[in-house]
């Protein structure tokens, strides 16, 4: 009989440990999240890694720019592999320029020139990508070290991480007070909780930015992974990947995964927004639109492993990337280098270069209001 993700529950029920490569254990599903020293950085700052499992999801995050650094699952017969991208030095993770499994803010995406208006007032951003801020500028919260306090209790295991955002850091306004709660679910879900509030009204859109392979890191490529995206939309870019405004039809087009296909399909047709591009870097406008409560929008599925991974979520948008900018340069945990396609990313969102498109959902936070957005990863294995 083959061994299914529900074996694996049960032996964490059990209170079994495993042990992988490397010599690291596993506590039993459910246990207080633990840490360890991952490295420092070179003023001398400490850098945690915390591990914690349940409902047979492992992961491990770090307090440097709140990093997944491993999303462990099993596949249909048990195996357990890491399935997100990352590195295995803090050093690697402060030269690189990929945000591997980061949190990024104040802003998930680009604002065209760095700048953009809010009651009159015109604010100069980091500009860290051409002409352009991307994710928040040259230092965004994914360089930041986060304070982290882990939990247990009825929702699951996880953690809060926090970090205050002074006035003016990167050119954004207002002091932003940021809480990120992940927490593992007793079902193994992966849930992410963002909130912010400040004292000056200010632009925010948070997400996280994991490279996801369902075959496992360092397997190879992603072009063969089933992908639905409940989307009649989607927010084309100009030469330097800024949405020009029009809100798309899918249809008829490369862009369209309403109905499972796998990555590879269209990637490679002379569509121009695939060439400018060099593969799927947009916006996509989901049909469910912004929501109070989490909503199913995508599924991803490795068919050699059967590990699928649905996600649901408030957000307006979701940015599919397919890792088009890999090039081989770059080495991971497994110690196998990463390519172009060799990870992809769905990053839960409002829209690229909101502040400077009104008819886009808004970003703007005011004194007295709280920012939330939430993000589910449901998986399974068959």
């Known amino acids: 009989m083959e061994t299914s993700r529900r074996t694996v529950l049960a032996a964490a029920a059990a209170g079994i440990t495993t042990t992988v490569a490397g010599g690291t254990s596993y506590a039993t599903d459910g246990a207080r999240p633990t840490k360890e020293l991952f490295g420092r950085l070179a003023d001398g700052t400490k850098v945690y890694r915390w591990s914690l499992a349940n409902g047979g999801t492992r992961l491990k995050v770090l307090s440097y720019g709140g990093i997944v650094q491993s999303l462990e699952l099993p596949d249909r017969r048990g195996r357990y592999t890491n399935v997100s991208l990352g590195y295995d030095s803090v050093e690697a993770y402060v030269a690189g320029d990929t945000f591997f499994g980061a949190l990024i803010g104040r802003y998930g995406n680009r604002i065209a020139r760095g700048r953009f208006t809010l009651d009159g007032t015109t604010h100069q951003l980091s500009v860290n990508d051409g002409e352009n801020s991307l994710h928040g500028g040259a230092k965004g919260f994914n360089t930041r070290v986060w304070d982290v306090e882990p939990f247990t209790g009825p929702s699951g295991v996880g953690l809060v991480l926090r970090y205050v955002s002074v006035d003016g850091e990167m050119g954004y306004p207002g002091t932003l007070r940021v809480k990120v709660t992940y927490t593992l679910t007793p079902r193994g879900d992966w849930r992410i909780d963002y909130a912010a509030t400040t004292d000056r009204a200010t632009v925010v859109n948070l997400t996280n930015h994991t490279y996801y392979n369902l075959a496992g890191e360092g397997s190879g490529g992603i072009y063969d992974h089933e992908l639905t995206l409940a989307a009649r939309r989607f927010t084309p870019t100009d030469a330097v990947l800024i949405p020009t405004g029009e809100l798309a039809p899918v249809a008829g087009t490369p862009f369209d995964f309403r109905r499972a296909k796998t990555v590879g399909k269209d990637i490679r ?45 408030t957000e307006p948008g979701v940015q599919f990337y397919s890792g088009n900018f890999l090039d081989g340069t770059l080495a991971g945990p497994s110690g196998r280098t990463y390519r172009q396609g060799d990870g992809l990313c769905l990053e839960t969102q409002h829209f690229p270069d909101s502040p400077n498109h009104p008819s886009f959902p808004s970003t703007v936070l005011r004194p007295g209001e709280t920012y939330r957005s939430s993000t589910v990863h449901a998986f399974s294995a068959r």
């Not at 695939?274 to 109070?292: F, I």
């Not at 199913?296 to 991974?309: I, V, Y």
């Open 269 to 313: 047709v002379a569509h121009p927004q695939l060439v400018g591009a060099k593969g799927y870097d947009h916006n996509w406008v989901l049909d469910k639109g912004l929501t109070r409560r989490p909503e199913h929008f995508a599924t991803l599925r490795d068919p050699d492993s059967g590990r699928t991974m649905r996600i649901a979520t």
